[in-house]
């Protein structure tokens, strides 16, 4: 069995208001007790709802983590509209996605960017989770190795080997992110060896596929030695069908 600890998060973009995810919590917590020895488990969530997410799964006595979908790298300053990596760390927050594909093409996130903010993520205590992926035309075109690998280069080449085994990379194919067709998962499997291979201490770094996870394909993505888990949108955005697809996923890691 792999030593790394699987992850499963759920990436809810911009839904959900602080209510809603109370509700979530309700549904969630007692269920997902079942695989807290075996997994960790994350919901990433819009800033507004990051206190009442905490608040909720504290009362449950909950494992589940709390994770932020961005950040600005600056510890404070006049920066109108942005929240730091530093008061996500003083809120204890666990994790914080950057990079994300959504970010990138819609709102101008660089490389460089995403390299400023995972380091300050790190100063603050937060675990990044830094994704790649490659467009379709770069798919069609076989740059995706090449595509990855220059994006995995460019935002965490400057940390450390510790500091890149302590990291979580979510690789997801842009084309598969939200439009239901996932990659196939022997592709995505080699895809994240180069992933690994592209930098020392990758090797022992968390890496999870992303891009139209559900019930219905966990296990098989998860049958994959380099895959340990998921950065899920869609399908996170139910509690119950979260669940039903971290189980489907821990079935495949327990056969390892
Ligand atoms: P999806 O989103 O599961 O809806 O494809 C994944 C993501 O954007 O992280």
Redesign the pocket.
Known sequence: MSKRVPLF?A?W?MYKTPADARAYVEAFAEPAKRFADRTSVALVAPFVDLPALKGALERARSAVAVGAQDCYWEVEGAFTGEVSAAMLGAMKISYC?VG???RRRLFGETDEGVAKKTSALIAAGVTPIV?VGETLDENRAGRTRERVTQQIIAGLGHLTDAQRRDVIV?Y?PVW?????L?DDPNTSGETIGYIRSALDGLDEARILY?????PQNAFDFCCQPNIDG???????LSAEGFCELIDQGLRAYAGR
């Open positions: 998060a990436n973009k996605i994300h594909s959504e994704c979510a997801e598969a992110i939200g439009t239901g996932a992303g891009g139209s996870m559900k998921g950065l899920v949108g869609s399908a996170s």
